[in-house]
């Protein structure tokens, strides 16, 4: 086999040319972008930082002695989001 850029003698099986370093063979073409992407969305960690700053608001109201009524439905509401979201991923793997 003869390489293409430098026309040096070369195995068959050459993956590259000992004298030049080039390749033997065409490089693969690129991958098209209509797959997924590699970011993932921001709500996961916005919600995080949501039923944080709750559980820090509960806490503080637990520890008073008193927990309003309306801290308690966030904190149900966001753990019910959470568990939603992570069984429809489960699901669609």
Do not use: N, Q
């Not at 390489?3 to 370093?21: E, F, N, V």
């Not at 960690?45 to 608001?57: D, E, I, N, T, W």
């Amino acid at each position: 086999m003869t390489c293409t850029h430098c026309g040096t003698a070369i195995a068959d099986k050459a993956l590259i040319c000992y004298r030049c370093g080039r390749s033997t063979t065409e490089p693969p073409e690129p991958r098209s972008s209509k797959g997924r992407t590699a970011r993932r969305p921001l709500w996961p960690a916005a919600l995080g930082l949501v039923v944080l700053v709750g559980a820090g608001l509960f806490m503080a109201s637990a520890a008073a002695g008193t927990v309003p009524e309306w801290l308690r439905w966030t904190i149900a509401g966001c753990a019910a989001i959470v568990l939603a979201s992570r069984l429809a991923w489960r699901m669609r793997r």
